[in-house]
């Protein structure tokens, strides 16, 4: 008799957030995957562990206390609990001592501009590592080496993030979004690097089906790595922006102590930012919605403009940031993961591997590409703010 195939045992650390718990929603259903949640409150991993089937394991786990031990049980370890910012790679250390593969969710610029550091003992450790497997730079380089893979020259990216005001919202994301606010931000505009206030250059958006939203300069790795890739002659910026006026503007507001330097973080507001925050979730929607545009010149040297958005309703919006860590736990699973090495997640993934997920979940995407003089890619141009 033929053995039955092993199941990819997969641990999820953060099992229990907002990204987490829809990564293990998603991966439940995926056959030959063995799921454990992993976190410090295991009532809480309980409560998501009991709403799946098949119901995944739990396991009570310091993420900053991590040894290689605790990973030795598993295939493939999925960090998903954030935030990133001042991140200690406690996990990294023990995926490397355990032989375990890694992924993450990482979103912190220095975090992972620093990957590349693991890469000489990844690869003696016959170990693959990837940062950054979320909505930037996974989904966002996905979308760009689709739309930008036949033009002579890129001259601007522009790449916006807008959650629906009533998704669902974490402290580590707090925690990430504060970590910058009001400090120096290095940007790609105008052909050269410079230094804007993080939550700065604010503007208004129009988004597809989404209406006007506004939008900010964030600090993220998106920036370094679309320079790095892609090579444009004039800008490289990423904006995210929150859905009710009220609380964009009122952030902006808040990070002037910050950029007056009286104070040296919001950080240490998290929680109760947190807890304000949640008082306005009856209000606003519930749809979310993400934007990559460019501009440059085609094969034959016209000028050509492109714009990709999604649009997320019914607080689908959360499920983006994970679907491009459901598309690692396959490729694992189906053996044909990335080579021992530390990886930065972006132009690993093909498009075509998120569209299936996005189609289930009812997340609508398209391209639209118009020939002639450069247009401003996602607004009419930011103004510092």
Request: charged share 20%; glycine share 10%.
């Amino acid at each position: 008799m033929s053995e039955m195939p092993k199941s990819l045992r997969v641990l999820i650390i953060g099992g229990s957030g907002v990204f987490g718990s829809r990564l293990a929603e998603l991966a439940a259903q995926e056959p030959g995957v063995s799921l454990t949640l992993a976190g410090r409150n295991v009532d809480r991993l309980g409560k998501i562990a009991n709403a799946l089937v098949p119901q995944p394991s739990v396991l009570r786990l310091d993420r900053d206390l991590i040894e290689p031990g605790d990973l030795e049980p598993f295939d493939l370890v999925i960090d998903a609990a954030g935030p990133f910012q001042a991140s200690r790679p406690q996990v990294i250390a023990a995926a490397l001592g355990s032989g375990t593969p890694y992924v993450d969710l990482a979103d912190g610029r220095r975090f992972v501009a620093d990957f590349p550091s693991f890469d000489d003992a990844a690869k003696r450790c016959g170990v693959p590592l990837i940062t950054g497997a979320s909505s930037i730079p996974a989904l966002s380089h996905a979308v760009l080496d689709r739309m930008v893979s036949r033009w002579s020259v890129v001259e601007d990216i522009r790449i916006g993030i807008f959650p629906g005001n009533r998704a669902p919202r974490g402290l580590s994301v707090v925690q990430a979004i504060l970590s910058y606010v009001g400090k120096p931000v290095k940007a790609f505009r105008e052909g050269e690097w410079q230094q804007v206030p993080g939550w700065g250059l604010t503007h208004s958006e129009q988004i597809p089906g989404g209406g006007k939203r506004w939008a900010s300069v964030c600090d993220t790795p998106e920036q370094d790595l679309l320079v790095q890739r892609y090579r444009p002659r004039r800008s490289a910026e990423f904006f995210a922006g929150l859905e009710l006026g009220l609380l964009h503007h009122g952030l902006a507001m808040l990070s002037m102590p910050v950029r007056w330097g009286w104070i040296a973080s919001l950080r240490p507001f998290s929680k109760a930012m947190l807890a304000a925050a949640k008082l306005f979730l009856p209000f606003g929607s519930d749809k979310g919605a993400m934007i990559v545009s460019a501009s440059g010149e085609d094969q034959m040297g016209r000028p050509i403009n492109a714009r990709w958005s999604l649009a997320a309703s019914g607080n689908r919006g959360p499920f983006v940031p994970v679907l491009a860590a459901l598309c690692m736990i396959r490729r694992f699973r189906d053996g044909w993961p990335p080579e021992p090495g530390a990886h930065v997640c972006a132009g690993l993934l093909c498009l075509s591997e998120f569209e299936d997920d996005m189609a289930k979940l009812g997340i609508v995407h398209r391209f639209e590409e118009t020939h002639g003089k450069p247009a401003d890619v996602l607004t009419g141009g930011a103004k510092a703010a």
